[in-house]
């Protein structure tokens, strides 16, 4: 998930105080991880350097310093690209289970029944995304129904190795 | 409380045999999926419970009386008015439009049109099918013909609901609403569901699951299917 | 339950009202035939009973004067003709006011009187009295009524005399009462002092024609029903599935059921209803037609009260039955057409029915056929039943057979899945061609018998030489009719041959005088027949009636021409024998011949002045109307026959064409993917040609063998003839038959090729 890039994005709706920057991306993005406002200046900071925003003028009123942002065309070139390029598949559970697959099978472990369990805790997550679906906001729904067919995905590879377990035992032992 | 049981069940077609020896039980008011790779027997086990096929050996139990022992009228009977039933495909009448297909099972117990009707199409708006009770189910698009057999299969009040791959033929959109529209009922009604699938996202909406590998019934966790 | 079957019935869409359309046509077509088959035999049975009096003459009688209040009628039959057709002509003398009185009159006619049916009342005004009503002493006193006569045709008279004029003439009987009931053909047990012979004009034996139209509507009716089981499978996929995703909800069996036998009553109800109204309007039209011989009154063709009720009650429980058996298995399974095994094939039991059958007949060939003609109905009409359901039950075997043998040697592929698909379901192969093959039985049958009839009788070609030589026998002897009864000395003065001679269109005259011990044998390996005397200067004039031997005066000559082949008359020499000719006149005449050129006027005014000098013996007939009156029943049966051999054509032709139709609609999918995958058309069409081919002709070889089995076996047992092979006519036929076939196949190909176009393969 890229922050400045987030943060590049809602800038380029309007230009923004780094505070509505900030609750903007907890009530999309956040999930339950609310940015810290050192984050938020730090990044918007990064930004100005980089060239992809520049601070507009200084606004009297109450409270720490307040001044909006504004995007650059630089910054929107950058929005641009990023938006419209592939995210890079991420492998990180694959290959922890690929792992504990190979080492199952190189220490002669039951590693049919490890996938089972796999499996179980696959579905009981599906389970609750489901679930949560069911009352959930479209927002939610969305990101729940990401999660879903990933994890679809991944039984769908589980799947799949379950049913070559024998050959690749033959593989790993040799 | 046990609502459904197969104990030991043995089935044959000719020379190939679908199950060899199926035991599990389904409790009253669950969602139980029943997943397996195909060719797994899982539709066979779904047909023998629901008194569809009379396994050659092993028991059927329901609500607390053999169901492979009794007669075929019986079996008809329970079918008609204690179960209800949403296939993958071609459960529907051609012939019938929409709201007598829906009707159909509290037809054949003896009901008179009108009131059958009536309770046929109070399932239709919840199941967004209004508009569509005269049309045949040819002209229905294959959403529209699920939610029907889901009507169908919810109009008497069934105590059990068995779905075999309900969603097989649709695209995820038309199949998620399915599913939506099946479990809220199920919930509303205390119905005790069987689904067999293979997918599952659609599995993901039961309360557990089992898997039928090779006859055989068993859970991914080792407890009792 | 019935409001839905009738929704389920009615509101099927275009596949399933075409179904029911040509159902309720094919039970109309049925219940017709049925209808008019049985109202025929009703009218045969009437027509037999309507000329019951006719028989008066030999019936019994009891012994004794007459009882208090009867008086006896002298009572005496003969046969007149009238440009070929007959006339039965019955004198009568009453002896009193009490003597029985024949149907149809109100009272005997006196001398002087004669009474006619209308058809001979309107040709006695017609015609010129010199041919016809002169041979009737008096004149018309009314028409005979309906009640009396067989048939609209029937030209009947009854001519009055004292009873002194008929006393004692020969071949006369007094009798006390009229007959009343139909003696059911020529019994032995006759009256001992009646007549020996029978009334002339004989309608076909009615225990025959039973027996005749009975195989007629069954051979008529069996490919209706067939196109009717036919219709019903129709849509059966569809129909299956529908059944089972009712039993997948909860229907019963008895709900199916009856929803089938309300679905089958609907259609047979209608039918039904067709069939009723078909008959009722064609049945005055049906009346009118000969079928044997003679039209019939449209009272004649009547349906009793039973007939109708069991016909109408009938029909719809056939149909209710039929639906019930055809369901069998779909009871099964609510997962209907999913899980569909292997159809059982058919055993080699099946052949057992047309085996039994044709042993059956040849039981008789052994034992000797039964004694009465009703006996005969009883042990024929089972055997050739038999053959039939034989026919039809041993189908589906030989078809697998034949197609187990073409999959063993099969080259190419059209042929490998023809044979294959024939192995697996060789019941539906049969069922299409069954119709056509029952077809090709009763032509093989019916031609076989007719030809071998044919070769029994002594002459069949009518435009023979001597085709217009009025021949007349003057004393009845060496007539095979004629036995136990004195014959009457025969006439020795011909005072009216002058007459004769003088008639316009009369040629000559040859008489043959009478010779009590002559015997000649006219065709070399006939039989002996009875002979006389003729003069060779007569003969010379007669040149049709053969010759005499150079320089021979007077030679040997039968008695009664019809003992000898008609086609050789003109070319035989006739034996010299050595009496003088100045001898010859002071002999009686047995026989006269008289040669005409042929027109009506010649040879009916010389039949008038013949039967007017011999009143109460036959008229004379020409030679050509002998030949064309024993053709007559051979010429009736040819007619049914071809009526019956139509009819199956036709409608088996159409079951065909309705059976190739619905098993490419039922094997849309499986035929676009073979093409889509690159078969080509061709292949296709030679898998459809050979699914019917292949089980057509190897159960036609059949089928025509047991035709032929049947027709020796029947021909060899009743009437003693060994068979004779048909005429080039027959191979024709059945190679135009066979042909219809392969166009009605082809004319199937366009359907092929319209649904395996590729969008049919679609996923959709």
Redesign the interface.
């Known amino acids: 998930m890229s922050v400045p890039l987030t943060l590049l994005g809602l800038l380029e709706r309007e230009p923004s105080h780094g505070y509505d920057l900030k609750r903007d991306y907890d009530a999309y993005f956040g999930r339950g991880k609310p940015l810290r406002y050192s984050q938020v200046y730090a990044t918007l900071g990064r930004l100005t350097r980089d060239g992809k925003a520049t601070p507009g003028p200084v606004e009297q009123g109450a409270g720490p310093e307040r001044r909006r942002y504004i995007i650059t065309d630089a910054g929107v070139a950058d929005v641009e690209e990023w938006l419209s390029e592939p995210v890079q598949p991420e492998p990180d559970l694959q290959s922890e289970l690929f792992a504990k697959v190979v080492l199952a099978l190189i220490l002669d472990r039951p590693a049919g029944r490890y996938l ?2 796999q ?2 805790a ?2 009981q997550r ?2 609750e ?2 679930e949560l679906k ?1 009352h959930g906001d479209p927002l939610d729904v969305l990101l729940a129904d990401h999660a ?2 990933r ?2 995905a991944d ?1 769908r590879w589980i ?1 799949h190795t379950a049913a070559r377990l024998e050959p690749l035992a033959k593989a790993v032992r040799r | 409380m046990t609502i459904l049981q197969a104990k030991d069940v043995v089935k044959s077609f000719g020379q190939t045999p679908a199950l060899r020896g199926a035991s599990m039980t389904v409790r009253q008011g669950e969602i139980l999926a029943v997943m397996g790779p195909s060719g797994s027997g899982k539709s066979t086990l779904l047909h023998c419970l629901a008194g569809i096929l009379v396994p050659d050996e092993g028991e059927i139990w329901f609500d607390g009386q053999r169901l492979d022992t009794t007669t075929d009228e019986h079996r008809s009977e329970l079918r008609r008015d204690r179960f209800g039933f949403v296939f993958q495909t071609g459960q529907l009448v051609p012939e019938l439009t929409a709201e007598e297909n829906a009707a159909l099972p509290l037809l054949l117990g003896g009901a008179r049109r009108a009131p059958a009707i009536a309770e046929a199409r109070a399932w239709f708006g919840r199941l967004g099918l209004d508009g569509l009770e005269q049309r045949r189910s040819g002209e229905l698009s294959g959403g529209q013909a699920q939610r029907l057999a889901l009507a169908r299969g919810l109009v008497t009040g069934p105590q059990v609901l068995f779905a075999d791959e309900p969603t097989g033929s649709l695209d995820s959109v038309s199949g998620e609403i399915v599913m939506n529209l099946l479990t809220a009922a199920v919930r509303e009604q205390g119905t005790t569901v069987v689904l067999v699938t293979h997918d599952a996202r659609v599995a993901a909406y039961a309360d557990r699951e089992i898997i039928v590998r090779d006859g055989t019934v068993s859970t991914l966790t080792g407890v009792q299917p | 339950m019935i409001p839905l079957s009738l929704r389920l019935t009615v509101q099927g869409g275009r596949e399933a009202v075409v179904r029911l359309v040509l159902l309720v046509l094919a039970v109309g077509l049925g219940t017709g035939l049925l209808l008019a088959a049985i109202a025929g035999i009703n009218a045969v049975n009437t027509q037999n009973q309507a000329s019951a009096w006719l028989w008066t003459g030999n019936q019994v009688e009891p012994a004794g004067p007459p009882a208090a209040g009867n008086a006896r009628l002298w009572w005496h039959i003969s046969a007149d003709m009238f440009a070929g057709q007959s006339i039965t002509r019955v004198d009568v003398a009453a002896t009193g006011a009490a003597a029985p009185v024949p149907p149809g009159i109100a009272r005997d006619p006196g001398p002087g009187q004669y009474y006619a049916s209308p058809a001979l009342a309107a040709l006695l005004r017609g015609k010129p009295a010199d041919e016809l009503a002169d041979r009737y002493p008096g004149r018309l006193a009314g028409t005979i009524g309906e009640a009396a006569l067989p048939s609209p045709a029937s030209l009947v008279i009854i001519v009055g005399h004292t009873p002194a004029q008929l006393a004692r003439t020969s071949y006369t009987v007094p009798v006390t009462a009229i007959a009343s009931t139909w003696p059911g053909g020529f019994a032995r047990r006759f009256n001992p002092h009646g007549l020996s012979i029978g009334p002339p004009v004989q309608q076909l034996n009615a225990s025959g024609t039973d027996l005749v139209l009975s195989v007629v509507a069954l051979a008529i009716l069996t490919p209706v029903l067939i196109f009717i089981a036919t219709a019903t499978r129709l849509s059966a996929a569809r129909r299956e599935q529908r059944f089972a995703a009712m039993r997948l909800v909860g229907a019963t069996r008895r709900q199916i059921s009856m929803i089938a036998a309300v679905e089958s009553t609907v259609a047979a109800a209608g039918g039904m209803a067709i069939g009723f109204g078909l008959f009722f309007l064609l049945r005055v039209p049906l009346a009118s037609i000969p079928f044997t011989g003679e039209p019939f009154f449209p009272a004649q063709m009547s349906l009793s009260v039973l007939d109708i009720v069991a016909v109408a009650a009938g029909i719809p429980v056939a149909a209710a039955v039929a639906a019930r058996f055809a369901l069998r298995r779909v009871q099964i399974s609510p997962l209907g057409v999913a899980r569909r095994g292997t159809p059982k094939p058919p055993a080699a039991w099946r052949l057992i029915p047309l085996l039994a059958g044709v042993s059956e007949l040849s039981f008789f060939v052994v034992h000797g056929r039964p004694a009465t003609v009703s006996g005969q109905v009883q042990a024929y009409f089972p055997g050739i039943l038999l053959v039939v359901i034989g026919l039809i039950v041993a189908g589906p075997w030989l078809t697998m057979t034949a197609a187990r043998f073409l999959a063993r040697r099969a080259r190419r592929p059209g042929a490998l899945v023809a044979a294959r698909r024939l192995a697996d379901d060789p019941h539906a192969a049969f069922r299409a061609i069954s119709g056509l093959v029952l077809a090709l039985f009763v032509t093989t049958v019916a031609v076989a018998l007719l030809s071998t009839n044919d070769a029994t009788k002594t002459h069949r070609d009518q435009t023979v030489p001597a085709a217009n030589v009025l021949t007349d026998q003057l004393t009845g002897a060496g007539d095979l009719w004629y036995s136990g009864l004195p014959a009457a000395p025969p006439p020795t003065s011909v005072p009216w041959l002058a007459r004769v001679r003088g008639i316009g269109g009369v040629t000559g005259v040859v008489e043959v005088y009478a010779d009590a011990k002559l015997t000649i044998r006219p065709n070399p390996h006939g039989a002996q027949v009875s002979a006389g005397l003729v003069s060779c200067a007569q003969l010379a004039k007669v040149p049709s009636l053969g010759r005499c031997p150079a320089g021979a005066a007077v030679a040997g000559f039968p008695v009664a021409l019809n003992t000898v082949q008609a086609g050789t008359i003109g070319n035989i020499t006739w034996p010299a024998e050595p009496v003088p000719a100045q001898r010859l006149p002071g002999r009686g005449v047995d026989a006269l011949n008289v040669a005409t050129n042929g027109s009506q006027q010649a040879i009916e005014r010389a039949r008038t002045v013949l039967a007017s000098a011999y009143p109460l013996l036959a008229p004379p007939q020409t030679i050509g109307e002998q030949i064309a009156q024993n053709n007559a029943v051979n010429d009736a049966y040819q007619q049914l026959t071809d009526v019956v051999i139509l009819t199956s054509l036709v409608v088996a032709g159409c079951t065909l064409a309705a059976s190739i139709a619905a098993g490419l609609a039922d094997r849309k999918r499986p035929f676009s993917m073979l093409r889509l995958t690159g078969a080509r058309l061709g292949t296709l069409r030679r898998v459809v040609v050979l699914e019917s081919a292949v089980p057509l002709l190897a159960v036609a070889v059949v089928a025509i063998g047991a035709g032929f089995a049947a027709a020796a076996l029947y021909a060899s047992s009743e009437m003693k003839h060994s068979l004779v092979p048909p005429g080039a006519g027959y191979y024709l036929f059945t190679a135009a038959g066979i042909a219809m076939c392969l166009v009605i196949i082809a004319a199937t190909f366009p359907l092929l090729r319209r649904i395996t176009g590729p969008e049919v393969a679609r996923n959709e």
């Open positions: 089972d369990i499996r179980a696959h579905l599906m389970r995304l489901t069911s879903l067919y994890l679809e039984l799947d």
